[in-house]
């Protein structure tokens, strides 16, 4: 009886150690689940993929119960002269262009020539008057604002007039 019972014992410990093994293996029989690359395009132009255990796609930024967008951290803004526009908690205030240098349209030129723009350029960290060059960045302790695009293009012989100008400026967090 004395050499029954360990046997016993170990039996029992054999049987419920193939018990555990068989409940841990059906619960997945195939194993881990392999989603495929496939992404899917959402209306605001990101892309999401796949995944959890059914590899369904992950909602779109602005569906219900999605994960918040990030702030974007680079946008475009267009402004005219004595009109402020805002984005990343920065405003943009052309006050006067000081010189249009640019090729006009209808003419060859050896240089492209630029535009300078003296602006008012308003952040958290406080106000300051900037000249504005094209494509030149000028950079603040939080952020990058470059002067990309101005509007519309010169033509020979003909002046715009300061209402006439549209800028685009790139803001940027560093």
Known sequence: MR????LLI???LIAA???AYQLYTSADPEGPTACTMEAKLCPDGSYVGRVGPRCEFAPCPGDIGSVPTPTPSKTTIETRIDQGASALSVKVVPLEVL???RCPEDAQCIWAGTVQVRALLSSGLGEAEQIFELRTPITTEAEVVTLVEVFPAPYAGRAILPSDYRFMFEVAKR
């Open 3 to 6: 050499t029954l019972f360990p």
């Open 10 to 12: 170990v039996i029992i």
């Open 17 to 19: 150690g193939a018990f």
């Open 99 to 101: 010189q249009d240098s």
